[in-house]
Nanobody, 115 residues
Framework: QVQLVESGGALVQAGGSLRLSCAASRSIVSFNVMGWYRQTPGKQRELVALITRVGGTNYAESVKGRFTISRDNTKNTVYLQMNSLKPEDTAVYYC?????????WGQGTQVTVSS
């Protein structure tokens, strides 16, 4: 069973920065793709950013230029650096990992951006 543990969520003012971490219980090289999604009450979970095993990345339009996803294979950890945060970035952020045909999810970490 794979465990993904997110950390780094916090309350921050608009314009501030946060770095989220997602630590996996096994080597992240084994995953085809890892990424971050977010969800607010009453809305569907939405993609924030993805990173492939070879380092290719994909971002939601709403976060391009502000968020950066990265991975450290030696620490089995994926990061999401979030800069220039806006109140609309407020959500629970979930880490995900895919090793076909399985998808794994963390429990989420709350990010709250005050105006």
């Amino acid at each position: 069973q794979v465990q993904l543990v997110e950390s780094g969520g916090a309350l921050v003012q608009a314009g501030g920065s946060l770095r989220l971490s997602c630590a996996a219980s096994r080597s992240i090289v084994s995953f085809n793709v890892m990424g971050w999604y977010r969800q607010t009450p009453g809305k569907q979970r939405e993609l924030v950013a993805l990173i492939t095993r070879v380092g290719g990345t994909n971002y939601a339009e709403s976060v391009k230029g502000r968020f950066t996803i990265s991975r450290d294979n030696t620490k089995n950890t994926v990061y999401l650096q979030m800069n220039s945060l806006k109140p609309e970035d407020t959500a629970v952020y979930y880490c995900t990992a895919t090793s076909h045909p399985y998808d794994y999810w963390g429990q989420g970490t709350q990010v709250t951006v005050s105006s």
